[in-house]
């Protein structure tokens, strides 16, 4: 549904609730609807289809998850300003596991966007930190790290900024690993 919506239907109930109360004298059926114009101009500021995706995180369902986010055609005429990072950082998560080249652009935008908490933004750093790792960008990655560890000041994600860590230790391969018995290849032919 579109934002505008949202709040055109919130002020035709707040204008109902007013009509009620004053013109027919019927104050608790005014204050009543006049507390539902309340949930529309919530949604308006947190989407439903992004506090639905949250929840099916919170239960570790990404299928769910993914599909609640797909109802969200038009993140621009449907969210509001504050929501647009989070839809992107969302869409991250979910597609994380199916197509991890994905990820990178997603997370870059939704820390553009803005993340309002600190957590959500050592997340998508950690995420960010991963792919350039994955991609050899090393000393990017360890910046990346850097970052994703002061700004996880609630110790989530230790255990993976470690394990990352580690992985930055190990010696990369070289790109053009050679197999030793092809040095005589010459000998047969």
């Known amino acids: 549904m579109n934002k505008y919506i949202k709040i055109a239907v919130a002020a035709v109930l707040i204008l109902l609730g007013l009509y009620m109360m004053f013109f027919t004298r019927n104050l608790g059926w005014g204050i009543v ?38 109802n969200i055609t038009n993140y621009q005429a449907q969210l509001h300003k504050s929501q647009y990072g989070y839809f992107h950082y969302l869409t991250g998560l979910t597609q994380a596991q199916d197509h991890p080249t994905k990820v990178e ?12 908490m600190k957590h959500d933004r050592a997340m998508a750093t950690l995420n960010l930190a991963a792919a350039a790792i994955s991609k050899g960008r090393k000393q990017e990655g360890q910046k990346l790290l850097e970052e994703a560890k002061r700004l ?7 255990d993976q900024i470690k394990m990352m860590k580690e992985q930055l230790k190990m010696p990369t391969m070289q790109k053009h690993m050679h197999n030793p018995n092809m040095r005589n290849r010459g000998k047969f032919f």
Request: charged share 20%; glycine share 6%.
């Open 33 to 70: 609807i006049f507390l539902l114009a309340g949930v529309p101009i919530l949604l308006f500021f947190k989407n439903e289809y992004i506090l639905l995706a949250f929840w099916q995180l919170r239960k570790q369902n990404m299928e769910k998850a993914a599909d609640w986010l797909k």
């Open 105 to 116: 652009p997603l997370m870059k935008k939704a820390l553009e966007y803005g993340l309002n």
């Open 152 to 158: 996880d000041s609630a110790g989530m994600m230790t």
